[in-house]
């Protein structure tokens, strides 16, 4: 039975921010079948695009979702780098490559289209004023194009940027260390420039040259010693040309800028990505230096491990601990996020005294072994999360792509979690299995089938049954769970229905 809705609500749930976390989010409850409102400050997308592309879980994530095809032909390269020292991403054997050169804008379209075709209610040129967290409920007051108004819903969820209004409204901590330089970042037309895909170190800092669809070309620019500052505008090019010809010699002012942005180090988290019936995600919940493209990515993944969680608690299938397990389970990822970048900044944007660090460190990367670990780390793919004692290798673990044969049908592990439903694969046809798994079937897809080739890396071999939560992470498998089928069904999707 749903839980009891909050008086008048307009919403289950509302999303504030159509950024990519808060339409992921937004996909993600409609999938379930949450109604969800998202409010949007602007009246229309920037067109500006800070992230570039997709990491491999991304690609997989957007894959499991069946939405990649939106997107078209994607460039994908096994190059990547830890603080600018190449890294062979390729190393990760059974994974997608990278989306190297997919704006951020044209990510949040796709992402709004299918929020949109799906049935959320986007609402565009609404502002969040004020909040109230209620024991049974949150309202809002929110301006829109018909002036104020209230708006009620049992959940609220901040994904409105690292300035979130959210955030200080709802009095979250967000303790970190404050930016200690500035750099810029511009698009720009009308020139060609030498590509420096992972970044160049030089005496006074380093820049990076990348190109974009249309003709564009990317530029990042990070001079020592620059203070931040506090802008209520963006900086002018002006400003990025100068810096640009002090660090490489070039001059670069005949350029036509399509945009141009600053950014800082600074470096956060929240203490608790839950606070009663207001949560968090993506940049709201943590920020850092730009270091690998793991921004966006982390934000998406938030979402996605958000959403079927929070669909069951307004359902009311949901255990009342398992809404809790957003926050032990991203809260941990954003702080190793947050160490690999400040790492990853210091190796970056240091002066000669850290290059002593980098040759060694270029000397460990060439170890298949570090390099697996330094790219799993900014991919994404090394997440583990806590779901119960076993010795199988999945255990918390992101589930691989699995042809399977069901019948006369071939599908895929990927193909069945386009739901985001449960899963439980039953790989050796095994009735007394699906019996004790039936009074979840209305939540969990229970799928006999058989495996295509299952390769030694993927940790499938001898693999008889595996539950696949619908964020594609395994929550038990056998053999090698310590806990039974049932113990973890009810702990994951809640107590069973009554046969």
């Known amino acids: 039975m749903a839980e009891e809705r909050y008086m008048d609500a307009d919403a289950a749930v509302i999303v504030v921010g159509a950024g990519p976390a808060g339409l992921t989010l937004a996909a993600e409850l409609r999938l379930a079948g949450v109604d969800v409102i998202v409010l949007e400050r602007l009246a229309e997308r920037t067109g500006e695009s800070r992230g570039l592309g997709f990491t491999a879980r991304t690609m997989e994530v957007f894959d499991q979702r069946g939405i990649l095809p939106r997107f078209g032909e994607i460039e994908t390269s096994r190059q990547g780098h830890f603080g600018g020292l190449p890294v062979d991403f390729g190393v990760l054997e059974g994974a997608w490559q990278a989306a190297k050169t997919v704006p951020q804008s044209v990510t949040e379209t796709h992402l709004e289209q299918w929020a949109v075709s799906l049935g959320a209610d986007i609402r565009r040129s609404h502002e969040l004023l004020s909040l109230t967290d209620g024991d049974d409920g949150v309202e809002v007051e929110v301006r829109g194009p018909d002036g104020v108004q209230t708006l009620r819903a049992d959940y609220l969820v901040g994904c409105d940027g690292g300035r979130s209004t959210v955030r200080k409204a709802a ?29 160049e170190t030089l005496p006074g800092g380093m820049v990076m040259v990348g190109p974009l669809p249309g003709g564009i070309t990317r530029i990042i620019v990070c001079e020592r010693g620059t203070p931040p500052q506090r802008r209520e505008a963006p900086p002018s090019f002006d400003e990025v040309a100068d810096a640009w010809k002090r660090l490489t010699g070039q001059d670069i002012s005949h350029a036509e800028p399509v945009w141009v942005s600053s950014f800082g180090d600074a470096t956060r988290q929240v203490t608790e990505y839950r606070r009663g019936r207001v949560l968090l995600a993506g940049d709201s919940a943590h920020i850092h230096l730009p270091a690998g493209g793991q921004g966006m990515n982390t934000s998406i993944q938030d979402a996605v491990n958000l959403g079927w969680k929070l669909a069951a608690t307004v359902r009311g299938t949901a255990s009342p601990e398992l809404l809790d397990t957003y926050h032990s389970e991203r809260h941990a990822v954003g702080k190793r996020l947050l160490m690999n970048t400040r790492a990853q900044g210091l190796l970056f944007l240091s002066g000669p005294e850290v290059q002593p660090l980098r040759d060694v460190l270029n000397e460990l990367i060439r170890y298949e072994d570090v390099s697996r670990h330094l790219a799993a780390m900014v991919s994404g793919l090394e ?3 806590d779901v119960g004692t076993g010795d199988h290798p999945l255990l918390g673990k992101r589930m691989p792509h699995l042809a399977l044969t069901t019948g006369d049908r071939t599908t895929s592990s990927t193909r069945l979690l386009h739901s985001a439903r449960g899963l439980l694969l039953d790989l050796t046809d095994n009735p007394r299995l699906r019996a ?16 295509g080739e299952v390769s030694a890396d993927s940790g499938l071999r001898g693999t008889t049954a595996v539950l696949v939560r619908p964020d594609g992470y395994v929550a038990w498998a056998a053999p090698g769970s310590h806990h039974d089928l049932p113990m973890a069904l009810e702990r994951w999707f809640g107590r069973p229905r009554e046969l």
């Open 171 to 199: 009095g979250f901590d967000f303790p970190g260390t404050p930016s200690t330089m500035e750099m810029f970042l511009a698009d720009l037309k009308g020139i060609e420039l030498e590509p420096r895909m992972i970044g």
């Open 383 to 385: 997440i583990t999360y």
């Open 436 to 451: 004790r798994a039936a009074g979840w079937s209305d939540r969990v897809d229970i799928v006999t089938a058989e495996p």
